[in-house]
């Protein structure tokens, strides 16, 4: 190696030593200060969730429906922990909540609080407010029941649908105001920031009716279209505004109902950002990505990939736009990552299947500078009598839990790598047992199914299931952090034509502690000379490159 290559390594070596040290200072600086309101920061191109002031990575869980109840919690905590989750997601039900007409009971939110607390996680609330799966179900009893106040969509055909109708001033001021009054108590008693996060309602949209076809409805849809609608989609018409089926034809439907859903939920969340300006969002139940059904054969109204730039326009107090993923075939799930890792918006997977299928794909999700991933169901409290779907148990996490045993400890170094676009990641594909990343003057090949020794040359045959996963983020121009699972990671010059070889001239393991990287051992002989092999154990190195 030459002079130049030695000054490199060692001025890399100082620059991710600082990185890391700067990881712990800036959090041990942050529990001394008061904590600022978390919020997505968006710069160059790329987003980050910033709690207590710096990028922060939710490594999810979302508990099941009926778990954010006290009596359930001693079941969910249990799974937690086995998942090795920073942040669990529980819902806030309008029901329990608000009990009596503006009568506010907090006991329960105050507990998921308070135990969040003792368990060192962070909170997602998930308002079940007008909208739960398209439906009306946690509206409180004394709203739901009555078709004045609280109508249903009209289908086509006359008949009532289970989905509230979004023109009702009635419950739309019942949601602000309950809505309202949550955030307002968040703000009085979360100093230390334990909810990071609310979603507001939960997968908003109709299932069994494109739209609402009741007399009110279809007034406004033979109205014109608002014109900062038509604007933002660029769709400015020459004479006079048209209807919702002159400017959009076949689609007008779907569209009209996306911005009548969006409408009221901005109304919504504006109401519950200004009393306490947490970073808000909405999931998706998903239209199927390649090979999109016709409605009403999906949950129309909701933030589905073909009306995204309509809740964009139309729901400015929602950050984010995101997507339940319960898609088990790899092309259908990165498209799905791909169309909601926009410009406008930041990749959150908030909800996901947890077949084990899924496990390595959260590192796709990361190397698209996800700001966080959740499986769902994650709880110790299903009862279920059907061997085909048992409950769940800590052998089924296990995929999971390993993703979040690796990241947890520099979960906030990786957050900040991706929002400085430094890290890529990928996960293995079927049949494509070699995959190819570049950085800079240095490339990395991922390879999976080879054996830990030996095979330097011959090509590698994948594992027997797609389970292998890395990630590669550069600290300098010749180091890099490396760790993932079932795979060999290994650097080569991107010049082809170089006549200089890799050498590792230094690869640490080593564990993080408040943020700042800790050296265990250094790997050198037979764990350097085939490549970087990684199994089952959650192993992350510290590699310095150079050239003879
Ligand atoms: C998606 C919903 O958002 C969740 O609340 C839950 O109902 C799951 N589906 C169940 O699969």
């Known amino acids: 190696m030459n002079s130049l290559g030695f ?30 309101i978390p919020k997505i ?16 990575l939710m490594l999810g869980a979302q508990i099941n429906n009926s778990s954010a109840w006290p009596a359930m919690l001693p079941k969910v905590w249990p799974a937690i922990e086995a998942m090795h989750a920073n942040t669990v997601e529980m ?93 307002n108590h968040l703000k009085a008693t979360d100093r230390q920031r334990t909810v990071i996060m609310i979603q507001v309602q939960n997968e908003p949209g109709t299932w069994g009716s494109v739209r609402d076809f009741s007399p009110e409805a279809q007034k406004l849809f033979e109205a014109a279209v608002p014109g900062d609608l038509l604007t933002a989609l660029h769709k400015q018409a020459d004479g006079a505004p048209p209807t919702w089926q002159q400017a959009f034809g076949e689609d007008a439907d779907v569209y009209f109902h996306a911005w009548s859903v969006a409408h009221y939920i901005q109304q919504v969340a504006a109401a519950g950002k200004a009393a306490y300006p947490l970073p808000l969002y909405v999931n998706a139940a998903l239209r199927d990505p390649l090979k999109p059904a016709l409605p009403p054969n999906y949950e129309t109204g909701g933030a589905t990939d073909n009306v995204l730039p309509i809740w964009k326009a139309t729901a400015p107090a929602i950050d984010v736009l995101a997507p339940d993923i319960y898609m088990n075939d790899r092309e259908h799930y990165l498209k799905v990552l791909d169309l909601y890792h926009r410009p406008d918006n930041p990749l959150f997977v908030p909800e996901t299947s947890r077949s084990a299928f899924v496990a390595p794909l959260f590192f796709e999700a990361l190397g698209r500078q996800t700001i966080g991933f959740s499986p769902f169901g994650v709880d110790f409290t299903s009862t279920s009598q059907n061997p085909e779907w048992p409950g769940l148990t800590k052998e089924a996490l296990a995929p999971f839990a390993m993703n979040y045993e690796l990241i947890g400890p520099m979960d906030r170094g990786i957050a900040r790598l991706n929002f400085e676009g430094k890290l890529q990641a990928v996960a293995e594909e079927k049949g494509k047992p070699l995959q190819t990343l570049e950085f800079g003057p240095w490339e990395a090949t991922v390879s999976y199914g080879l054996p830990h020794f030996g095979s330097r040359n011959s090509p590698p045959a994948g594992n027997p299931e797609p389970i292998g ?55 050198n002989g037979d764990q350097t000379d085939w490549g970087l092999n990684f199994g089952s154990a959650p192993q992350a190195l510290q590699v310095s490159l150079g050239t003879y």
Not at 493 to 513: I, K, P, W, Y
Request: hydrophobic share 40%.
């Open 7 to 36: 000054k490199r390594i060692v001025s890399t070596i100082a620059y991710s030593a600082v990185f890391f040290v700067c990881c712990g200072t800036l959090r041990m600086n942050a529990q001394k200060a008061d904590h600022p």
């Open 41 to 56: 920061v968006h710069r160059d191109g790329r987003y980050a969730l910033f709690v207590d002031g710096a990028p922060y």
């Open 91 to 183: 819902p806030v039900y309008w029901e329990q909540m608000e009990p009596q007409e503006g009568r506010f009971d907090y006991t329960v939110v105050d507990s998921l609080l308070a135990q969040a607390r003792q368990h060192h996680v962070r909170l997602v609330l998930l308002w079940f407010g007008t909208w739960k799966n398209g439906s009306s179900h946690y509206m409180p009893l004394w709203l739901r029941n009555s078709p004045d106040t609280s109508p249903h969509v009209i289908g086509a055909t006359g008949r009532a649908v289970d989905s509230p109708s979004p023109y009702s001033a009635v419950t739309l001021n019942g949601d602000i105001k309950a809505f309202s009054a949550l955030m």
């Open 469 to 523: 996963r890395a990630l590669i983020a550069q600290l300098g121009d010749n180091r890099f952090l490396v760790a993932g699972f079932f795979c060999r990671v290994d650097f080569h010059l991107t010049d082809a034509a170089s006549t200089q070889q890799r050498q590792f001239m230094r690869v640490e393991e080593g564990n993080f502690q408040n943020g700042v990287f800790k050296p265990i051992r250094i790997w």
